[in-house]
């Protein structure tokens, strides 16, 4: 968005698609990517920044191995969906927003994953978890940080 008092103008319409991409590529817009984009379209990197941080879609902090989305639609929310996400923020002690220490695990809360029938559903990248209860979480975080193990 324009400042008002300066005729500078953004090249939005070329910015928000390199944005769109380095995220697509690195999961998040780094620091390089935003100095990159700016060096490419000849603008500050604090414009850049400024016009990235308006949109919710784009993320400065790198994501954990493995994204925990936890929905917060109506069904899930019926089905008790507030103590899933409580146990996994005691489990992994983050809050959601938040990316575990040893870069495995980020805390996510999300609007209607379409698996109602499931609620309530977490997934875990591209993986759905249904009709979980708060007793669940520990061994499913488990699980994963097993899988983690094997795939080192
Ligand atoms: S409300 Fe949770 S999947 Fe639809």
């Known amino acids: 968005m324009p400042e008002s008092g300066t005729k500078e103008k953004l090249p939005r319409e070329a910015l928000i698609p390199l944005l769109q991409e380095a ?3 690195d999961g998040y817009l780094s620091r390089e990517a935003i100095t990159e ?3 490419r379209l000849d603008i500050p990197p604090a414009k850049v920044y400024g016009v990235a941080s308006f949109y919710n879609q784009f993320t400065f902090t790198r994501p954990g191995k493995y994204v925990i989305r936890v929905c917060r639609g109506t069904a899930c929310h019926v089905k008790g969906s507030e103590r899933i996400l409580n146990a996994l923020k005691g489990e992994l002690k983050i809050e959601p927003g938040q990316t575990t220490r040893d ?4 805390l996510e809360v999300v609007a209607c994953l379409g ?3 499931l609620a309530p559903v977490v997934m875990i990248n591209d993986e759905f ?3 979980l209860t708060p007793g669940d979480i520990p061994g499913l975080i488990e699980s994963y940080r097993e899988r983690d193990g094997r795939e080192r």
């Open 115 to 117: 698996a109602c029938g």
């Open 37 to 39: 984009i700016a060096e």
């Open 103 to 106: 870069g495995l695990f980020t």
């Open 23 to 25: 995220q697509e590529r």
């Open 129 to 131: 978890h249904g009709r």
